[in-house]
């Protein structure tokens, strides 16, 4: 008889490449109020008729359907997926009324009018959370990447998490909550973290430890009613990736291509740098080989969790005019100038990976501003009218398209 894992440990699915695929949440408008529309399940079958086999989630609430890839080699491949997707999703929509639109958060819906789906681990979610977990008008676009081998997940994990304030500052698009700007650019990810399942990873280095530290949340019933913990960053056993879950739902393709490019990179970035660290390690013996790992070019970037925790608040508060800890030492630089950096050292491995051009949309994002950005910017312009900001950030769906 095959054993089977005890609860709470996983088994991961190893990936021989380092594949990508994405998961994009997105909502249904009525282009009348500009309020949510709660029939996604009526949009799910619909669009079901016109692609049976288009893959579609539905998700925690009823005005949401996440889009989700297939195991892809490429960036460009991925997103052609979702516009494809996206366009039959839109036709359906448009068969019911409605338009599809996207970001970190709704700027004035009551959640006290969006139900949740009709699923018993939500209905769970929301009795076991109550007045936080009923808040979730909240929406992301989560990125995963193929890893070789478990033992690698958490040094990748680790050194990502120094880069949490990046992905954040770019994609950051929910000022807005319950009719107010709220001066954060990134409202969704203060929220989400309220969940007792949510947010910063533990304080994990092994795989060994993760096995740990799943099966005491299994055995104390944490996971009980999600079967999982909704980290920002985390392992995906299932697929053989890490998932990164970070970035705020991008309003367009074209963004989300910028964003996924850079998540992409940086994990295949961080898992070679793995390999020369261990190769470093390796060819040294006793203490010697300890000093030259803690000087080697190739030791993989980390912080402390207070360092951690204080960069994922400046991005949320600050967006792109946040000032971030770079090092051990305390040294803060502006995230645009670490970006504008990060898109030129990466530029070698985005041309392996074939997303050298969505990769440079880093710097138009930069350059031209975040979706918080516009957002805040139509609000003035209106004088105050988050109908108009809704209208906008749905317009942009449509008409800033990926790269051909």
């Given at each position: 008889?095959?054993?089977?894992?005890?609860?709470?440990?996983?088994?991961?699915?190893?990936?021989?490449?380092?594949?990508?695929?994405?998961?994009?949440?997105?909502?249904?408008?009525?282009?009348?109020?500009?309020?949510?529309?709660?029939?996604?399940?009526?949009?799910?079958?619909?669009?079901?008729?016109?692609?049976?086999?288009?893959?579609?989630?539905?998700?925690?609430?009823?005005?949401?359907?996440?889009?989700?890839?297939?195991?892809?080699?490429?960036?460009?491949?991925?997103?052609?997926?979702?516009?494809?997707?996206?366009?039959?999703?839109?036709?359906?929509?448009?068969?019911?009324?409605?338009?599809?639109?996207?970001?970190?958060?709704?700027?004035?819906?009551?959640?006290?009018?969006?139900?949740?789906?009709?699923?018993?681990?939500?209905?769970?979610?929301?009795?076991?959370?109550?007045?936080?977990?009923?808040?979730?008008?909240?929406?992301?676009?989560?990125?995963?990447?193929?890893?070789?081998?478990?033992?690698?997940?958490?040094?990748?994990?680790?050194?990502?998490?120094?880069?949490?304030?990046?992905?954040?500052?770019?994609?950051?698009?929910?000022?807005?909550?319950?009719?107010?700007?709220?001066?954060?650019?990134?409202?969704?990810?203060?929220?989400?973290?309220?969940?007792?399942?949510?947010?910063?990873?533990?304080?994990?280095?092994?795989?060994?430890?993760?096995?740990?530290?799943?099966?005491?949340?299994?055995?104390?019933?944490?996971?009980?009613?999600?079967?999982?913990?909704?980290?920002?960053?985390?392992?995906?056993?299932?697929?053989?990736?890490?998932?990164?879950?970070?970035?705020?739902?991008?309003?367009?393709?074209?963004?989300?291509?910028?964003?996924?490019?850079?998540?992409?990179?940086?994990?295949?970035?961080?898992?070679?740098?793995?390999?020369?660290?261990?190769?470093d390690a390796s060819n040294e013996a006793g203490s010697?080989?300890?000093?030259?790992?803690?000087?080697?070019?190739?030791?993989?970037?980390?912080?402390?969790?207070?360092?951690?925790?204080?960069?994922?608040?400046?991005?949320?508060?600050?967006?792109?005019?946040?000032?971030?800890?770079?090092?051990?030492?305390?040294?803060?630089?502006?995230?645009?100038?670490?970006?504008?950096?990060?898109v030129e050292q990466l530029a070698p491995i985005a041309?392996?990976?074939?997303?050298?051009?969505?990769?440079?949309?880093?710097?138009?994002?930069?350059?031209?501003?975040?979706?918080?950005?516009?957002?805040?910017?139509?609000?003035?312009?209106?004088?105050?009218?988050?109908?108009?900001?809704?209208?906008?950030?749905?317009?942009?769906?449509?008409?800033?398209?990926?790269?051909?």
């Amino acid at each position: 008889m095959a054993n089977t894992p005890a609860a709470g440990t996983e088994v991961f699915k190893r990936s021989p490449k380092p594949t990508v695929g994405i998961e994009w949440e997105v909502a249904l408008i009525n282009p009348e109020t500009w309020d949510l529309a709660h029939q996604a399940e009526a949009v799910i079958a619909t669009a079901q008729q016109i692609q049976p086999d288009i893959h579609l989630e539905k998700e925690f609430l009823q005005n949401t359907i996440e889009l989700v890839t297939g195991i892809c080699d490429s960036i460009p491949q991925a997103v052609a997926e979702l516009d494809r997707d996206l366009a039959v999703i839109r036709q359906a929509a448009e068969h019911h009324g409605l338009v599809l639109w996207a970001s970190g958060g709704h700027p004035f819906s009551d959640f006290r009018t969006n139900p949740v789906s009709a699923k018993m681990t939500y209905a769970e979610i929301i009795e076991r959370t109550q007045y936080w977990g009923s808040q979730m008008l909240i929406w992301g676009t989560h990125v995963h990447v193929g890893i070789s081998h478990e033992d690698r997940v958490w040094p990748i994990i680790n050194a990502m998490m120094t880069k949490f304030p990046h992905l954040l500052a770019l994609s950051a698009s929910s000022p807005g909550w319950d009719g107010i700007d709220t001066g954060y650019a990134s409202n969704r990810t203060m929220l989400y973290q309220q969940l007792p399942t949510a947010g910063l990873p533990p304080a994990i280095n092994t795989w060994e430890q993760w096995q740990g530290y799943m099966r005491d949340q299994a055995a104390s019933g944490v996971i009980s009613h999600t079967g999982s913990m909704h980290l920002d960053i985390r392992p995906a056993s299932k697929w053989g990736t890490i998932e990164v879950r970070v970035s705020d739902a991008s309003s367009n393709l074209r963004e989300l291509s910028a964003v996924a490019a850079l998540t992409h990179c940086l994990v295949v970035y961080y898992d070679r740098m793995l390999d020369e660290q261990r190769a470093d390690a390796s060819n040294e013996a006793g203490s010697a080989a300890a000093g030259a790992l803690r000087n080697s070019p190739h030791q993989l970037p980390s912080l402390q969790p207070w360092h951690i925790a204080e960069n994922k608040w400046r991005a949320a508060r600050y967006g792109l005019d946040a000032l971030v800890i770079t090092s051990r030492d305390t040294h803060e630089r502006w995230v645009k100038d670490e970006l504008a950096d990060l898109v030129e050292q990466l530029a070698p491995i985005a041309e392996e990976l074939g997303c050298a051009r969505e990769l440079q949309l880093v710097s138009e994002i930069v350059d031209k501003g975040a979706g918080y950005q516009r957002q805040r910017q139509r609000f003035a312009q209106s004088g105050g009218d988050w109908k108009k900001v809704v209208a906008a950030t749905a317009e942009e769906m449509s008409t800033w398209r990926p790269l051909e």
